[in-house]
């Protein structure tokens, strides 16, 4: 009995968090560059079920039995969200389309695929570069990018977007609205439309699996180590990778498909709740009328 109990109880607590994985995704629709977060569940190791005198060689197995279930990882989806015009110079997007080794692969909706071995590889995706606050690079679709009182670029969390050298772009002593941005990250003088070489070309970096990073907040990922940072490379001509000046990337979250998922979670949230509650008078039962003395 108490095994029921447990599960019904692991289940309140995994639909608890996949309701508030679904209201997060809900509360940044509106975020650049957002990617929806999906949380995984997964159950408890499984026990075999067996007749009695399962040491013998002829016993027959029943079946087996989940002892329970627990969200294990939120893991984000980093498809392409669609572009909103803003026509501000200092907005960015990024348009990628990339293909992995195999050019042949047909992604599915979350950038999974499977080769002819039965290997399970992920779309490559394209990010802006920044440098945080403590000088670790970091990776970004959150393209809405302000000019500070240095003349550097930076993020909405003040974090310094990089050039191909590695070093924050400076603009100097420009405005924002002077420069352009071609497709591959060079900046152009809007007016006379020579290149302006003095300004480093935006660093694109090209990560062959996007679900390597973890997601650090303000829209910023990383690495959780040095080794898997060195399979990140910038993108070069043979990259289907475009920057949007004047656009920005919109959250990848179906507004829709949102509030189905956060609904189903409540209702399976309260069926564990009944059956806990239906535990809980079966134990009182137990203890005050079946053990009474008569």
Do not use: C
Not at 7 to 15: C, E, H, I, K
Not at 63 to 77: D, R, T
Not at 185 to 204: C, M, R, S, Y
Not at 213 to 236: M, S, T, Y
């Amino acid at each position: 009995m108490l095994r029921g109990l447990y599960s019904a109880a692991s289940g309140m607590m995994t639909q608890q968090r996949r309701h508030d994985t679904v209201t997060n995704n809900i509360a940044n629709l509106n975020t650049p560059g957002y990617k929806q977060v999906n949380a995984a569940a997964r159950a408890f190791p499984e026990m075999l079920i067996a007749l009695v005198g399962a040491d013998n060689p002829g016993a027959k197995s029943i079946g087996q039995l989940n002892m329970g279930v627990f969200s294990e990882e939120s893991i984000p989806l980093f498809m392409q969200g669609d572009l909103r015009q803003t026509q501000s110079a200092s907005d960015f997007a990024l348009v990628a389309d990339l293909t992995g080794a195999d050019p042949n692969l047909v992604f599915d909706a979350s950038g999974k695929a499977v080769t002819q071995d039965g290997e399970v590889v992920f779309k490559p995706q394209a990010f802006f570069t920044v440098r945080d606050g403590n000088g670790e690079t970091r990776y970004t679709r959150d393209g809405k990018f302000t000019v500070n009182a240095n003349g550097n670029l930076q993020a909405g969390d003040g974090s310094l977007v990089l050039g191909v050298d590695g070093q924050p772009i400076d603009i100097g002593d420009r405005a924002i609205g002077e420069l352009s941005v071609n497709g591959r990250g060079e900046w152009f003088n809007a007016t006379t439309g020579e290149l302006v070489f003095d300004i480093e070309q935006l660093l694109i970096t090209r990560i062959e699996n996007p679900n390597l990073l973890i997601k650090e907040g303000n829209g910023n990922f990383r690495f959780a180590n040095e080794e898997d940072a060195a399979a990140a490379r910038p993108v070069n001509d043979t990259d289907d990778v475009e920057v949007r000046q004047g656009y920005l990337e919109r959250s990848n979250v179906d507004p829709s498909q949102a509030m189905v998922d956060m609904m189903a979670a409540a209702r399976a949230y309260e069926a564990n709740q009944k059956v806990i509650q239906f535990y809980d008078k079966s134990l009182e039962k137990t203890v005050n009328e079946v053990g009474r003395v008569q």
